[in-house]
């Protein structure tokens, strides 16, 4: 299809540079395992046990459910997932 898969809609909203053959593979592999992305780097993760609290390799921290940053403070997503 024109959108490689994706809506026309979740395609328009990828960066530009995530486009490509071998990105678009990677985010149908993120995708189909319900693995999520870091809001500040992008990289994926998986979480295989534990609270949703995800600290990345690059410092954030974020809420595996729901990607929202995590409030430390309280100890619980900004989200509210």
């Known amino acids: 299809s ?3 898969g994706f809506t026309c809609e979740a395609y328009q909203q990828l960066p530009e540079d995530e ?3 071998e990105d678009l593979q990677t985010l149908r592999l993120i ?3 319900q693995w999520q992305r870091c809001p500040d780097c992008r990289v994926a ?3 295989t046990h534990g609270c949703p609290r995800i600290q990345c ?3 954030a921290q974020f809420c595996y459910r729901c990607s929202s940053k995590w409030d ?3 100890y619980k997503c900004t989200g509210y997932c």
Request: net charge positive.
């Open 2 to 4: 024109g959108c490689a």
């Open 19 to 21: 486009r490509d053959a």
């Open 31 to 33: 995708k189909s395992n």
């Open 45 to 47: 993760v998986e979480r």
């Open 57 to 59: 390799r690059c410092g």
């Open 72 to 74: 430390m403070k309280l």
